[in-house]
């Protein structure tokens, strides 16, 4: 029973069994006395360091289990422990300010905490009398979000996106605003992503002083499939007891849950089930539920979840992110067009949406401002291809009207974020949701309408444009012509733009204004 402390099981009589096959992460294992039950964690090799955990009973007299560590040295006939328990993990204030594996083993090179108690990993949800639900706004401090695709207090939202569109980026971001004010615990799962990101997270965390309210668990790309499998449930553990034991509100920050699909689907494939669509296996919808029904509200308290979830081949339509939607309150939907256009944060307006959106909920001002901001970007999209084929000039002032909001609108709804101050060499901004608004309404208004475009972009409050534009226009222009002709017909400089370049284009960089043109032209002439 050496193993019985670490794993925090009661003292009882060793039951040990011999490994008869090994194949990749799958072992079996003959019991000849007593057939461990379904979940029940076995240890072998040199002090138990291959952790199996056991799936399925196949007869009598043997069990299948998928290995929680890599099998190397593990072979047949070798001596198998059952440590009398499921997969446990810690709980107790001593694990805040921590990093661990999916075994609750510290990643952070300090000693392992004492003063906690281990769980197992496999609870149930909450019963459906126990649930509560508040619909109380979660504010991020990111513009477009707080105004289209508001989040909910104790609610789950996704971030769906392809590779490299700036998922972590975003997520990151919203740690960042909130963890600060949120006086409740964070709970970081990482889920099969690279384990540099974990690293560099928990160092971002040290730095900024957070860690002592945040806890952090991973099992990276680098682990085994059971491992990245059961590092959601580990996590989940901990958020229930902050709060069911505590009675404290938690965040819990997901990166990626479509890793603990894919990782479900490689245990399936490893214990021969055959793959239902695409591949997946045919228990997806379960084992997705039977994590995703954990993250719930009770009288205790929240638990507000952010999850990444990658989209294969950038197809919305995939089964794992069919399946993610279903369970969310909101859902945000990063494109790769827009981050191709320098539009962070890259989010699809038109196909985001959260199910706080109501005026009873947001109030009858915010919803009618979101409802206009979409409308305007739903009319600039249908008027793309009519602009790509006959030209600005062929739409109607009307359309044309729209057009600048909508662009406009799109330039404001950018923001620069303190996760890519080092890269971007823009300091980031926090926007409450009152500026947001404020701001969204006057370009709405067509106050803004003589300002160029870039004076929007990447700005804070609306007021930034007013700071910015002053100092833009010396940095760029060639002479002072060239304020004139921007002063004279700014609608013609943005339609000019556009006629070139039916799309948009990031306005960041040093490329020549529409306005610079007409500047140049009166410079030659
Ligand atoms: N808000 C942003 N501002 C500037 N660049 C960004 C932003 N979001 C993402 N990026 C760029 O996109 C890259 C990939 O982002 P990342 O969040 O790692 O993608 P994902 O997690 O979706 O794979 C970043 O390294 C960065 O260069
Ligand atoms: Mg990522």
Same mark, same amino acid.
């Given at each position: 029973? +050496? ?24 072992? $079996? ?27 399925? @009973? ?15 040295? /593990?072979?047949?006939? %070798? ?12 709980? !107790? ?52 979000? $707080? ?35 949120? +006086? ?9 992503? *690279? ?20 806890? %952090? ?20 553990? %901990? ?5 069911? #034991?505590?009675? *404290? ?5 997901? $990166? ?13 494939? /490893? ?5 239902? *669509? ?5 228990? %997806? ?50 494109? *790769? ?47 793309? #291809? ?35 101050? @080092? ?26 309408? #003589? ?8 700005? !804070? ?19 002072? !012509? ?8 700014? +609608? ?18 040093? +490329? ?14």
């Amino acid at each position: 029973m +050496k193993f019985d402390q670490e794993m925090g099981s009661t003292t009882r009589l060793a039951n040990f069994g011999t490994v008869v096959s090994v194949r990749g992460s799958v072992v $079996d294992v003959r019991f000849d006395e007593l057939l461990p039950p379904i979940y029940s964690v076995l240890r072998a090799g040199d002090k138990g360091r291959i952790v199996i955990e056991v799936l399925a @009973q196949r007869d009598a007299r043997h069990v299948r289990g998928i290995a929680l560590t890599p099998t190397q040295g /593990l072979a047949r006939g %070798m001596a198998v422990e059952d440590t009398g328990g499921p997969l446990k993990a810690p709980v !107790g204030t001593g694990i805040l300010s921590r990093m661990f594996d999916v075994f609750g083993k510290p990643l952070d090179r300090q000693a392992a905490p004492t003063d906690v108690e281990w769980r197992t990993v496999h609870q149930a949800p909450p019963a459906l009398a126990r649930r509560s639900t508040k619909s109380e706004i979660f504010e991020t401090g990111i513009k477009v979000i $707080d105004v289209l695709v508001p989040l909910e207090r104790g609610g789950k939202t996704g971030l769906f996106g392809g590779a490299g569109v700036g998922k972590t980026v975003l997520l990151t971001e919203m740690i960042h605003n909130m963890i600060g004010h949120q +006086k409740g615990v964070s709970i970081f799962c990482g889920i099969g992503e *690279r384990c540099r990101e974990g690293e560099e997270l928990y160092r971002d965390m040290k730095e900024a002083g957070v860690l002592p309210n945040m806890v %952090m668990v991973f099992g990276q790309m680098n682990e085994p499939p059971g491992s990245r499998f059961r590092v959601g449930h580990a996590a989940l553990t %901990m958020a229930e007891y902050f709060r069911d #034991d505590e009675h *404290r509100d938690v965040l819990l920050l997901i $990166d990626n849950i479509f890793r603990y699909i894919q990782a479900g689907m490689e245990v399936s494939g /490893l214990m021969g089930q055959m793959p239902s *669509r695409l591949g997946y296996q045919p228990t %997806m919808g379960t084992e997705l539920s039977r994590l995703e029904e954990r993250i719930a509200n009770t009288d205790a308290g929240a638990i507000t979840s952010i999850q990444a979830v990658y989209v294969p081949a950038d197809d919305l339509t995939d089964p794992a992110a069919v399946h993610t939607f279903s369970h969310l309150s909101a859902s945000i939907v990063l494109s *790769r067009k827009r981050a191709s256009e320098g539009l962070y944060p890259a989010i699809d307006l038109l196909q985001s949406s959260s199910k706080m959106a109501t005026p009873g909920i947001i109030g009858e001002r915010h919803y009618l401002l979101a409802q206009e901001i979409r409308r305007t970007l739903a009319q600039y999209e249908d008027l793309k #291809d009519v602009i790509a084929m006959l030209g600005l000039e062929q739409l109607a002032p009307e359309d044309r009207n729209v057009v600048a909001r909508a662009r406009r609108l799109e330039r404001f709804l950018t923001q620069p974020f303190f996760a890519t101050e @080092q890269f971007s060499g823009i300091k980031g901004e926090l926007v409450s949701l009152k500026d947001s608004l404020d701001g969204c309404e006057q370009i709405l208004r067509d106050e803004f309408k #003589d300002y160029p475009e870039r004076a929007l972009y990447m700005i !804070g409050t609306i007021d930034g444009a007013k700071k910015k534009l002053p100092l833009d226009k010396p940095a760029t222009m060639a002479g002072h !012509g060239v304020k004139l002709a921007a002063k004279e017909d700014p +609608k013609l400089a943005a339609d000019s733009k556009s006629k070139d370049e039916s799309e948009p284009q990031p306005e960041s960089n040093t +490329k020549p204004e529409p306005e610079v043109e007409h500047a140049a032209d009166a410079h030659e002439s």
